[in-house]
């Protein structure tokens, strides 16, 4: 027999601590005795508890953006170190929340550990936001009674691996909006601007250079489709996203293209190697077995080639390969990190090792970022001088040419 699922509501209370000190803030329950109920095992008197009211045109404000669990693990990695309660670090983290949907998340956390349930499988229910890996290292915390060396772990893999997502981010947020803001100004002219002088050189009475005619071919062919480019663009966009979600191959294409890049190539494989390096490391560190810790890095690659490669690994591994071994045969792994790996297996310390490797990426990752900026910026502008600057001498050589007859 089926059993039906408790719908869930959140309420907000009032009341006071088990010191008599005032008390407010919200609760997950499926009824407001329930919230009362679970209010008083926390060791708070409610005096007042009420459904929250939705918001009136249903938005849940901002939403949970991985930074945000990277800065959630610090502060309760911070918290646990110093002593708080576990309970209360999850107070202390809500009340501090900027976005409500996060204050909405830890406070579940609460409730859930509050009443009864581990950290590990509390922070399971939330499969979006803590994945596979991210759970079973604070398992593995929990299960060690070192959970507060586990947190700090935790949160120093999620910071280095957001910092490492804002430098590549760095690296494509400029000319992204270069080309973005060229793209509009040149179809603002082709739309706008060219159709005003075209009207006016229709008066010449005279035959017009073969550049002008061609400008005004495109202007008038962007005028008429418009609206079915913009939405082939946009098709495309998410055409390209869902075949890359779906399809293996169609993925490991695009992911072999973008390693193959000139200059964003060798950034995307230092950010791979450093993700690897740092994964494995934290896990390896954490007391996972090297094969169940090489399937989480391989989930964790961010690259379709790299992962299929590392998921060889954690085969020949599982066949009596040592790591070094496996790792060189795929072809795909810089000397160095190899190096690293040999030095880490025959001293026992490839966490240490490991974590090494993926520091030097890392500052390699943020080294060519900064020099791809500075080597696409006088290119971009380049670009953009070129095509506006087209456009409008275009628009201005059969003036040019009526004034050097006249």
Known sequence: MATTAIKSELFTWSGKDQNGRQSKGEIHASSQAMARAQLRRQGINPKSVRKKPKPLFGGAGKPIKAADIAIFTRQMATMIKAGVPLVQSFEIVAEGAEKPKMRELVTELKNDVAAGSGLAPSLAKHP??????????????EDSGTLEVMLDRVATYKEKTEQLKAKIKKALTYPTAVVGVAVIVTAILLIKVVPVFAETFRNFGSELPAFTLFVMRISDFVQAWWFIILVAMIALALLVREAKLRNVKFAEFLDK??????????????????RFSRTLATTFAAGVPLVDALESTAGAAGNSVYAKAIRKIKNDVTSGTTLYDATKSTGLFPTMLLQMISIGEESGSLDEMLDK???????????????????LEPLIMSILGVLVGGLMIAMYLPIFMLGSVI
């Open 128 to 141: 979006r936001h803590f994945d596979d890996l991210f759970c079973s290292l604070i398992g593995s915390g």
């Open 357 to 375: 490797v993926a520091n030097h990426y890392e500052e390699a990752v943020d080294n060519a970022v900064d020099s791809l900026s500075s080597l």
């Open 257 to 274: 293209t973008y390693l193959k890049l000139p200059v964003v190539g060798g950034i995307v494989h230092d950010a791979v190697i450093a």
